[in-house]
């Protein structure tokens, strides 16, 4: 009952990996509804992009790591809603899939007040038989946070986009610089979604608007292969390189020599270059809605999301992979547009109508007819 007796304003809400790439939306997203945010971070002083999200003293960065439960209690101290969006997609050190992924949202949950609202971001795929480790530990993550708080709300999002993601940036990037792309999963499907629309569903669920206790999966409006995806990527760059399918086989064994390298140089290959033994696991199965999902409207359009279609957004962020960025604005109309503003006309093409304009255009035809 937060929301019904007190303001946005007078509401807490501690956002765990608000730094990263979907935090920004959801901060953002927070911000606009007028609630005090407190990021928690592993490290404070990478996070001051966030505040000109809000306004003076909306938004406050505290250090935590969710392996020491201390910072984790410090975090959560007077929340009134918790956020979990921490995750990765590579184990690098001590930030192993079972501390962060498996143990993290349970620590979250202990700590946090009996009647503060857990919000918790998985993702699609999320399976105890799942090959990937990646999988695995994200659905014992899941499975400890309900057991800990059976009214926690659970977010699945497929593959999320928007300014700074890692997988449309990541390919626009590798067609800069290979004249082959070696794919693997070409075949698989994904169902990529708006990270400002999963920010939405977040927010949403903090305004109390969301059944609590449910697991939602949340993808966009078109399902495609990662064939389709990456070409639609060459496109948008136009850049034509050759795309080579790999074959299961041969992914899993790039991917273990990829681990081995990886840990070798002690973690300093290019990211865009890197596949692991586990990331080929996970995309052996397709990344998308589930029908049950659908039947039981624990989706995004369940919610009264419209979601946002990649290209309404990819293309204003990645034209800077075209070979002249910004400034490779080609005209699409076949005709030439009317130079109402010229001061003189181009030539019979040039639809030179001065009597039709303001401005020093026609001001300066005027002069010269009189």
């Not at 404070?44 to 201390?70: F, K, M």
């Not at 999320?160 to 999963?185: E, H, K, Y």
Request: net charge positive; aromatic share 6%.
């Amino acid at each position: 009952m937060i929301g019904a007796l007190r303001t946005p304003a007078q509401q807490l809400v501690t956002v765990f990996g608000g730094s990263g790439f979907l935090g920004r939306f959801v901060v953002r997203a927070l911000a606009k509804r007028g609630y005090r945010v407190l990021v928690a971070v592993r490290r404070p002083e990478l996070a001051g992009h966030l505040q000109p999200l809000g306004v003076v003293g909306q938004i406050h960065v505290v250090q935590a790591n969710l392996r020491y439960p201390t910072s984790v209690a410090h975090a959560v101290a007077k929340a009134d809603h918790v956020i979990n969006l921490v995750g990765i997609l590579q184990e690098s050190g001590r930030q192993s899939f079972g501390a962060i992924q498996a143990d993290g949202p349970r620590l979250i949950a202990e700590a946090a007040a009996p009647d503060a609202r857990i919000i918790h971001v998985s993702a699609i795929g999320a399976d105890l038989a799942s090959d990937s480790l990646y999988a695995r530990s994200k659905a014992t993550g899941e499975m400890a946070l309900h057991k800990a708080r059976p009214d926690a709300t659970v977010f699945r999002p497929s593959l999320l986009f928007g300014p700074g993601d890692s997988f449309f940036n990541r390919f626009a990037g590798l067609a800069r610089t290979l004249p082959v792309l070696p794919l693997v999963g070409a075949e698989t499907r994904f169902q990529p979604v708006y990270a400002g629309d999963v920010a939405e569903a977040i927010a949403k669920a903090v305004d109390g608007a969301v059944p609590a206790g449910r697991t939602y999966e949340l993808g966009g409006p078109e399902v495609r292969t990662l064939r389709e995806l990456v070409e639609y990527v060459l496109a948008v760059t136009e850049r034509r390189r050759l795309i080579l399918p790999l074959p299961w086989p041969v992914a899993r064994a790039q991917g273990s020599v990829m681990d081995v390298l990886d840990r070798l140089t002690l973690g300093l290959l290019p990211n865009d270059f890197v596949i692991t033994r586990d990331q080929v696991a996970l995309l052996e199965r397709d990344n998308v809605v589930s029908e049950e999902a659908r039947r039981e409207s624990r989706t995004l359009e369940g919610l009264g999301i419209a979601p946002t279609a990649a290209e309404a957004i990819v293309p204003s962020y990645l034209v800077r992979f075209r070979k002249t960025g910004q400034f490779d604005l080609k005209r699409t109309s076949a005709s030439a547009p009317p130079d109402l503003l010229a001061a003189r006309s181009g030539g019979g093409d040039s639809n030179f109508k001065p009597d039709l304009a303001t401005g020093p255009a026609a001001e300066s035809a005027a002069s010269r007819t009189h």
